[in-house]
C-alpha cells in the first residue's frame, strides 16, 4: 500500500480571503504565485477598500515572507463627515440629546465619549455647552 501525498497548499489557496476580498472590491489586477511568492498588484476605488484587502491578507500570520504587493487607490479619499455639534439648552440631558440627534437615547454614552475632554460626568452639562455629535455606531 502506497499513501498519497497531499499537495502542499499554494499560496493562492492560503490567501483565498485576500483574493476575494479584492474580487469583492473589483480590484483592477492580479495575484500572481510565483518563485514562492505571491505578488499581489492592482488599483481600487479608495484607500479604505485597499486598507480592507492589506487586513485580508495579514490574517495570515507569515504574510511577509509570502506577499509582494502594491496595492493602489485611484479615488481621493473619502472625505470625512462633517462634524455636527449641539448647544446645550436649559433641561436638556445627554439621553434627551442622544434621542434627538441619534434617535436613541441610550446612545448618550457616545455623546459623553466624544467629549471627555469637556465633560467628566454624564450627568454634568450645562446650558451653552457645546457638545461634538458623533456618527452614531449603529448596533
Known amino acids: 500500500m502506497t499513501l498519497q501525498r497531499k499537495p502542499a497548499m499554494g499560496l493562492r489557496d492560503k490567501y483565498s ?32 477598500e485597499a486598507n480592507k484587502i492589506w487586513d485580508a491578507i495579514k490574517t495570515i500570520p507569515e504574510w511577509q ?24 439648552r436649559p433641561g436638556d440631558t445627554l439621553s434627551k440629546i442622544a434621542k434627538e440627534t441619534l434617535g436613541e437615547a441610550n446612545a448618550y454614552m457616545e455623546i459623553f465619549n466624544a467629549n471627555r475632554d469637556q465633560l467628566s460626568d454624564p450627568d454634568k452639562i450645562k446650558p451653552g455647552q457645546v457638545l461634538k455629535i458623533p456618527q452614531h455606531a449603529s448596533r
Open 17 to 48: 480571503y485576500a483574493i476575494q476580498t479584492a474580487k469583492n472590491f473589483r480590484m483592477q489586477g492580479s495575484a500572481d504565485e510565483r518563485d514562492g511568492k505571491l505578488y499581489f498588484h492592482g488599483t481600487v476605488a479608495t484607500q479604505d
Open 65 to 88: 515572507s509570502d506577499i509582494v504587493a502594491d496595492i493602489k487607490a485611484t479615488g481621493a479619499a473619502a472625505a470625512p463627515a462633517a462634524e455636527r455639534t449641539y448647544t446645550v
